[in-house]
């Protein structure tokens, strides 16, 4: 069974920037994941989706960041205009539907903005 | 919101030795308790995780974890490591509810086994 899929893999660009990070989760799964890992801790949760709703956005910092999933498939977590912080790995991950679900993590996208 | 301590950053141990990672998370009324693990470069990989009935639970590459309730914990142990263990080990608890599935992470624990 095919994983978590992510592109591109590595991104630098600069302040100001533009990025978009692409994301096609396991066949199935109804609900989607982009989480945000800094340098030396844990991932935290950006925005969640049920099908292509969206679930919890809390802290999406929404005067730069954007996703969307349409069709309740595949999914593009979009920054614009990047800041220095920004730098960090965007993890998608995708889980079935129930409680105490398994959340499948992709590799990651790793941007460095500089 | 839930809060995931992991008690150690980084954990060096001798190769064959044993080893136990901490975890304590805040309190709940019901919560779903996971160990994920990241290679250098790569995603998490879920190692174990505790839904329900037994508080002992085994895991893949012969890691096991205890659930304590009264203590808020679960900590992942294996006792005998080998260097491929070198790696970032993430607590991560989730609660029912509107945050269905959700996870909540730890700041990671480095495991680096020495020969």
């Known amino acids: 069974e095919a994983g978590v899929a992510q592109s591109p893999r590595y991104k630098i660009i600069e302040k100001r920037q533009s990025v978009a990070f692409w994301c096609n989760p396991i066949s199935g799964h109804a609900t989607l994941y982009w989480y945000q890992q800094i340098l030396g801790q844990g991932p935290k949760l950006l925005i969640q989706?049920?099908?292509?709703?969206?679930?919890?956005d809390s802290q999406l910092p929404k005067d730069r960041f954007s996703a969307e999933r349409l069709k309740g498939v595949d999914s593009t977590l979009k920054i614009q205009p990047a800041k220095l912080e920004d730098s960090a790995v965007y993890l998608c991950?995708?889980?079935?539907?129930?409680?105490?679900?398994?959340?499948?993590f992709g590799e990651g996208s790793w941007l460095t903005v500089v | 919101a839930q809060s995931v301590t992991q008690l150690d950053s980084q954990v060096p141990v001798f190769e064959e030795a044993p080893v136990e990672l901490r975890c304590n998370y805040s309190s709940s009324v019901s919560v779903y308790l996971f160990w994920y693990v990241q290679y250098p470069n790569q995603g998490l990989q879920l190692l174990l995780k505790?839904?329900?009935?037994?508080?002992l639970v085994k895991g893949i590459n012969g890691f096991e974890a205890e659930f304590n309730k009264s203590q808020t914990s679960f900590h992942l142990r294996k006792p005998s490591v080998h260097i491929s263990d070198t790696a970032e080990y993430f607590c991560?608890?989730?609660?029912?509810?509107?945050?269905?599935?959700?996870?909540?992470f730890g700041r990671g624990t480095q495991l680096t086994v020495w020969p």
């Open positions: 991560a608890v989730s609660e029912g509810g509107s945050t269905l599935g959700r996870l909540y």
């Open positions: 991950a995708s889980s079935e539907r129930r409680m105490g679900n398994t959340i499948y």
């Open positions: 989706f049920q099908n292509n709703g969206v679930v919890d």
């Open positions: 505790y839904l329900s009935g037994s508080t």
